[in-house]
């Protein structure tokens, strides 16, 4: 199974994650893109940076992944989802985010923020060396024991 570490900011959080948003508004959005629903992004906007590792990762992401969040910063990991629709849009982005270069975004399915678990609690059960430094959306390896921190994470 792959799994998905994925960070996230307090302004963004409230804004797109925290409740689900309601989407009428959005002129162009796709027919299959929920019109309710808590929305995430991963940056790849070319025309603000080289996002290639980005955009590697967001290739593979597939519907119904699981997704652990965790805080920029501390590392803690305070929330659980599964990746929904996605698409590409400067919508969420421009409405949402205040700009910036997240237009490769995805509906959260089966949100649940009762998550709490240090980030070296999560490195100790997936087997990471002590120097592993998380940064950005992070694909765990399917060699890595996930379902066992996703059962810790959850439980």
Same mark, same amino acid.
């Given at each position: 199974? $792959? ?6 900011? &307090? ?15 959005? /002129?162009? +959005? ?12 991963? %940056? ?10 980005? %955009?590697? $990762?967001?290739? +593979?992401? =597939?519907?119904? /992944? ?9 590392? =803690? ?5 599964? *990746?929904?629709?996605?698409? /590409?849009?400067?919508? *969420? %982005?421009? &409405? ?6 997240? *237009?490769?975004?995805? $509906?959260?399915? &089966? ?13 100790? *059960?997936?087997?990471? =060396? ?20 996703? %059962?810790?994470?959850?439980?």
């Amino acid at each position: 199974m $792959t799994l998905y570490l994925v960070p996230m900011d &307090e302004p963004s959080y409230r804004a797109t994650l925290a409740e689900p948003l309601d989407l009428n508004g959005w /002129e162009n +959005r796709p027919a299959d893109f929920p019109v309710t629903a808590r929305v995430w992004g991963v %940056r790849t906007d070319p025309a603000q940076g080289s996002w290639e590792r980005n %955009r590697r $990762t967001w290739k +593979r992401m =597939e519907s119904d /992944e699981p997704l652990l969040f965790y805080l920029n910063g501390t590392g =803690e990991f305070v929330a659980y989802g599964r *990746i929904g629709v996605r698409c /590409e849009t400067d919508y *969420i %982005r421009d &409405e949402y985010w205040n700009g910036g270069p997240a *237009i490769s975004v995805y $509906t959260v399915q &089966e949100y649940d923020d009762s998550v709490s678990m240090g980030l070296a609690e999560a490195k100790s *059960i997936l087997g990471y =060396e002590d120097g592993f430094v998380l940064r950005g959306t992070h694909r765990v390896s399917e060699d890595r024991p996930v379902d066992r921190l996703l %059962r810790k994470a959850t439980s």
